[in-house]
């Protein structure tokens, strides 16, 4: 820094420090006071599920006669094709991932919409009235999953144990001589 003055340098010092400290927050505030005295809406925010039928929308011209379930399964595909996860695509997937590709859509992106499909109905009322953020209809679809995972390990546990009483054990009061091995 080539000094002029002491004053000068004091003060390109002081701007320098106050700029790259001050400068995200002055902008911020900046953007804040635009839109809340034009009554714009900052973020304009679309259901999960208003995504998902526009990418429906984008995606009808090679999914015509597909379910959504068999759309999930070729999105899935394409993301861990695309991931290098995945070796080969069938022709199908590969005409989906060529589509997405030219768009510029992006497989896991959708994907990760497309998953919500399978939410219980519970959790899609409340996603679809913003009651609740994604995480947090991810967090209680893990925990419902959980939660039925162990009921039924709980119901096998017991069918197994139901049919091992009902077993005949013979032959295990009998002692091993060594001629038998």
Same mark, same amino acid.
């Given at each position: 820094m080539i000094i002029i003055s002491p004053c000068l340098s004091l003060t390109f010092e002081f701007f320098t420090r106050f700029y790259s400290v001050y400068y995200t927050f002055i902008t911020r505030l900046i953007f804040f006071l635009y839109f809340l005295i034009s009554g714009e809406n900052m973020v #304009? %925010? &679309? !259901?999960?599920?208003e995504k998902i039928e526009q990418f429906k929308n984008v995606l009808k011209p090679l999914t015509v006669g597909k379910t959504d379930q068999d759309i999930k399964l070729m999105l899935c595909h394409c993301k861990h094709y695309n991931l290098s996860l995945r070796k080969s695509l069938t022709t199908e997937e590969y005409a989906l991932n060529d589509f997405l590709m030219k768009k510029g859509l992006n497989a896991k992106t959708i994907? +990760? !919409?497309f998953v919500f499909i399978d939410y219980p109905q519970s959790i899609k009322n409340? @996603?679809? +009235?913003? #009651? =609740? *953020?994604i995480k947090e209809a991810q967090s209680r679809f893990m925990a419902i999953k959980k939660l039925v995972n162990v009921r039924d390990g709980k119901d096998l546990m017991t069918e197994i144990k139901s049919v091992i009483r009902?077993? +005949?054990? *013979?032959? @295990? !009061? #009998?002692? =091993? &001589? &060594? %001629? +038998? =091995?």
């Open positions: #304009k %925010q &679309t !259901n999960v599920f994907y +990760e !919409n409340l @996603l679809a +009235e913003r #009651k =609740i *953020s009902r077993l +005949e054990w *013979s032959g @295990l !009061n #009998k002692t =091993i &001589t &060594t %001629q +038998e =091995i």
